[in-house]
């Protein structure tokens, strides 16, 4: 660890300038090395050749370089930005053994959206109203149970309750279970959480023949034309969605909508509070929906600051927002969870939302699997 740690620093006194303001007693340290995307950072190829007879080296020179570019950017230059995709691309390129994917998303297909060319996928997006399908959904789907016209009626009245879960039996014994059953959060005006809850146990119990199948509650949030609030919309409402899970044993999980048009999703109004709370219940999410990843704040070239040291890159690398540097704390393990693009434009934001995913040190399960072949 010192040696690799000693040529990290090498290259800091190498490619660090610092300057001094005197009118705001700052230290500027302005890096000049272009670290990122290189096939051959810090000389790795050079320093492997003239050290491989080292014990700890031979056969390693992979892990002698991700251990390089550890201090590098989180003791030299503060770029902790590019950590998590810098992992990733050395798992893909066989850098290092031994090392397992994380933030693993598994592609969702949603009509009208075509991937990139590199992410295959045949799990197909159903949506339903009263749980009858119209059509072959494929021997993978995900079904998300939507309610027409704001009428959340399957969670007040059994009678409603029962005729949806008999379609869905009906349906399931034509088309087989979906990998993921999902539902909307019902709206808090007509409907509390200890009737929902008294609802939804019936319904799992209903469906618990189907093995193979997982089912989420959706995080509701405001629309532009809705006036409504959901029970479970909020960091506070979550929560307490799954300390009653947790109690009632019950197998619900999460399915996140990260979806948010003119800042009015309500999991965003405190991002710190929202990014600590879902990291700490990671195994209670199952999957997310999201249509793009703004910046949330200014893009700097000033990757950190102590008071009076600021670290600045003259490669202008991009800055990660509050909100894709929180996405990958969230997806920090190596669960797989559905990626569901259903509230995305088109082809070309959704290629745009990915490549951000990329940044974040997300990486599709469908590569996964290429890999391992």
Known sequence: MNYAREISYGFYRRYVDTEYDRASDIFYR??????????????????????????????????????????????????QDYWPEYVNLCIENQRV????????????LVKGLSYPSDIHSNIKYIETANGLLKEDPGQDYVLSIVYEKSNDEVWKDKDTLDN??????????????????EFLSPFSMSSSKEKFFERYQLFEKSM??????????????????????????????IVC???TCKELKLQLKLSV??????????????????INTFAGMRNFIIGIHINEIDTWGISSHVYSNDKRDEYVNSMDYPKM?????????????????F???????????????????????????????????
């Open 241 to 243: 969605l799954r300390n």
């Open 97 to 108: 053994k031994l090392a397992k994917k994380k933030r693993i998303l598994q592609p969702v």
């Open 321 to 337: 927002s509050t909100f894709m540097a929180g996405l990958s704390t969230i997806l920090q393990d190596s669960r797989t969870r």
């Open 208 to 237: 618990r023949r189907y093995n193979r199948m997982k089912i989420a509650v959706i995080n509701g949030y405001t629309k532009k034309n809705n006036d409504k609030n959901f029970l479970f919309s909020t960091v506070e409402d």
């Open 257 to 274: 909508d990260f979806s948010d048009r003119n800042s009015r999703n309500k999991l965003k109004k405190n991002m710190n509070d929202m």
């Open 30 to 79: 302005i890096n000049k090395y272009d670290y990122r995307y290189q096939d051959n950072p810090f000389n790795i190829n050079d320093i492997y050749n003239r050290n491989k007879h080292r014990e700890f080296i031979a056969d390693h020179k992979g892990e002698l370089e991700m251990l390089i570019m550890y201090y590098w950017l989180f003791e030299d230059v503060h770029d």
């Open 164 to 181: 949806l879960i008999k379609n869905l039996h009906l349906s399931f014994k034509k088309y087989g279970a979906p990998r993921l059953l």
């Open 339 to 373: 990626f569901i693009p259903n509230t995305v434009k088109d082809s070309q934001k959704l290629e745009i939302l990915i490549d951000t995913l990329y940044r974040t040190g997300c990486c599709f399960e469908s590569e996964a699997l290429q890999n391992e072949e």
